[in-house]
């Protein structure tokens, strides 16, 4: 059964327990996603990608509940057409106590999980589109007249123009200004130019150094954390590559030494202190061979996104796993 956003009243948990929220506005979904579970408690995040290659530990995990264990709401990050299988399952065994909410990008006309959803009565669909720029322009007027900043229309569009039809990108790029206009007065143009085109954004560079490094929670918990954009997914192949052919250097160097601390103080250029552990990490965990090899599946991948944007975040978010949980050390 199709709703829409504005009609979140119309779910009631007690009777709704699997619903899909589908579209490109991840500010959107959250900003529904939050309100609809205002007073869930124990809410639980996964990747449609770990559900499926652990299909029968999660239901197993999901089905079995202590007595005096609250209620329950999981959402399923990415979600597609491949998760349908596991909602049979759920469908067929679902408690009381449980809540499911799938979340997913663009899904068009002929996607079974869009159909399912839609055909069912039982089961609510909320199909989420871009914001207009009227809507974007009042958030962003209604942010700046808080913060007692005054503001152009024209900086306003700057700052639209950057946030593709998302209010959840439009509100981190006026994070990035808040930080920056605490205790000044105004701002000006050049200055919100430079903090809404930032090259690398450091989330992203962080989630890349800890799936170098085999940190699999840590890699999970940022991908968790964070809402990717179709422009975040081809920055991240060109960090990771920059990244991968940077530890490549270190890991040559390394087989000529056998020495961690000689190859990372020898470092050109120099390794940051704080980027010292991470990175010791990342060469004991990468041979060069193995490098080659992602080197080579980064750039391939790349060229996988620019042809698929609508399903760029999972292309990337797929990847990503697959990297941290690879075994390339020996």
């Known amino acids: 059964m199709i709703i829409k956003f504005f009609e979140l009243n119309k779910i009631d948990l007690n009777k709704n327990k699997i619903i899909l929220?589908?579209?490109?506005n991840e500010g959107l979904k959250n900003e529904s996603i939050k309100i609809l579970l205002k007073n869930s408690k124990n809410i639980l995040n996964f990747e449609e990608k770990e559900i499926l290659e652990n299909s029968i530990s999660f239901l197993e995990s999901t089905f079995?509940?202590?007595?005096?264990?609250?209620?329950?709401?999981?959402?399923?990050?990415r979600a597609t057409d491949k998760i349908l299988k596991i909602i049979?399952?759920?469908?067929?065994?679902?408690?009381?106590?449980?809540?499911?909410i799938l979340n997913?990008?663009?899904?068009?006309?002929?996607?079974?999980?869009?159909?399912?959803?839609?055909?069912?009565?039982k089961y609510i669909c909320v199909p989420f589109y871009p914001d207009n720029d009227q809507t974007l322009s009042k958030l962003c007027l209604s942010f700046f007249q808080n913060l007692n900043i005054p503001i152009s229309q024209s900086n306003i569009n700057l700052i639209i123009n950057k946030s593709n039809g998302d209010r959840g990108t439009l509100f981190n790029e006026l994070k990035k200004i808040e930080m920056f206009s605490i205790n000044k007065k105004k701002i000006t143009e050049k200055e919100i130019a430079k903090l809404i085109n930032l090259s690398e954004d450091h989330n992203i560079s962080f989630l890349i150094d800890n799936c170098l490094a085999k940190n699999e929670n840590k890699t999970m918990s940022i991908l968790n954390e964070n809402n990717l954009t179709s422009d975040d997914c081809v920055l991240i192949t060109r960090i990771f590559l920059n990244k991968a052919k940077n530890i490549l250097k270190l890991s040559y160097e390394f087989e000529k030494n056998n020495n961690i601390d000689v190859t990372i103080n020898s470092a050109k250029p120099p390794i940051f202190w704080k980027d010292k552990e991470i990175t010791k990490k990342q060469i004991y965990n990468w041979k060069p061979k193995n490098l080659k090899e992602l080197i080579y599946k980064i750039n391939e991948i790349e060229l996988n996104i620019k042809k698929n944007l609508?399903?760029?975040?999972?292309?990337?978010?797929?990847f990503i796993i697959e990297q941290t949980r690879s075994k390339t050390n020996n």
């Open 21 to 24: 929220f589908y579209g490109k």
């Open 104 to 121: 997913s990008d663009t899904l068009d006309k002929k996607s079974k999980l869009r159909s399912f959803f839609e055909k069912n009565k």
């Open 310 to 318: 609508n399903n760029s975040i999972n292309l990337i978010t797929n």
């Open 88 to 100: 049979a399952d759920l469908e067929t065994r679902l408690v009381d106590d449980l809540t499911i």
């Open 64 to 77: 079995s509940k202590s007595l005096f264990e609250e209620a329950r709401t999981i959402i399923i990050k």
